[in-house]
T-cell receptor, first 115, second 114 residues
Framework: NAGVMQNPRHLVRRRGQEARLRCSPM?????VYWYRQLPEEGLKFMVY????????ESGMPKERFSAEFPKEGPSILRIQQVVRGDSAAYFC?????????????FGQGTRLTVV | AQSVTQLGSHVSVSEGALVLLRCNYS??????LFWYVQYPNQGLQLLLK??????LVKGINGFEAEFKKSETSFHLTKPSAHMSDAAEYFC????????????FGTGTRLKVLA
């Protein structure tokens, strides 16, 4: 059973370009969470999605950032017109539906560098 | 609002010594609490979790943590440090029961000295 898969692992973008980060949850998991880790900081919640629905996007910047989790395919975190301050590690986590006693499983992250 | 405070951004211990990483939380509802470990350039791996069952929680790699409601603490301990324990450790509280909108502490980087 493969874990949470994120790609690419490393992404370099020039200022003003778009960044697309992909996350394939574990098999059977229908909940996906995106977190951002800035250098020397902890992870900050960005968005919580279920299939075809955004449940909680309270941590998403108001502009340039969007996320989706379509019926088929991976979850996508999209950052338009990237700026240097977007440089960070972006982690995806997934969990199965149901009991809160289950845990969220994290991917290895995508490290975005904006030059 | 919920929050997590990790005291000590860097902790150094000698190999074989006790590891103690501190975590205090704030929550208006019974919390779910977690400790994760992050090795360099890796994702987060769950060490252990507290979900209102036993207050002493045992995790992987010899780690354990004790939930103390009176002290609002969930400190992580290991009796004897190994070199392989060198990593960053994050304490987290779940923001809402039943989901995994974690609120993370700022992390503690553990260094193990030979």
């Amino acid at each position: 059973n493969a874990g949470v898969m994120q790609n690419p692992r490393h992404l370099v973008r020039r200022r003003g370009q778009e960044a697309r980060l992909r996350c394939s949850p574990m098999k059977g998991h229908s909940h996906v969470y995106w977190y951002r880790q800035l250098p020397e900081e902890g992870l900050k919640f960005m968005v919580y999605l279920q299939k075809e629905n955004i449940i909680d996007e309270s941590g998403m910047p108001k502009e340039r950032f969007s996320a989706e989790f379509p019926k088929e395919g991976p979850s996508i975190l999209r950052i338009q017109q990237v700026v240097r301050g977007d440089s960070a590690a972006y982690f995806c986590a997934s969990s199965p539906p149901g009991s809160p006693n289950t845990e969220a499983f994290f991917g290895q992250g995508t490290r975005l560098t904006v030059v | 609002a919920q929050s997590v405070t990790q005291l000590g951004s860097h902790v150094s211990v000698s190999e074989g010594a006790l590891v103690l990483l501190r975590c205090n939380y704030s929550s208006s509802v019974p919390p779910y609490l977690f400790w994760y470990v992050q090795y360099p350039n890796q994702g987060l791996q769950l060490l252990l979790k507290y979900t209102s069952a036993a207050t002493l929680v045992k995790g992987i790699n010899g780690f354990e943590a004790e939930f103390k409601k009176s002290e609002t603490s969930f400190h992580l301990t290991k009796p004897s440090a190994h070199m392989s324990d060198a990593a960053e450790y994050f304490c987290a509280v779940s923001g809402t029961s039943g989901t995994y909108k974690y609120i993370f502490g700022t992390g503690t980087r553990l260094k193990v000295l030979a």
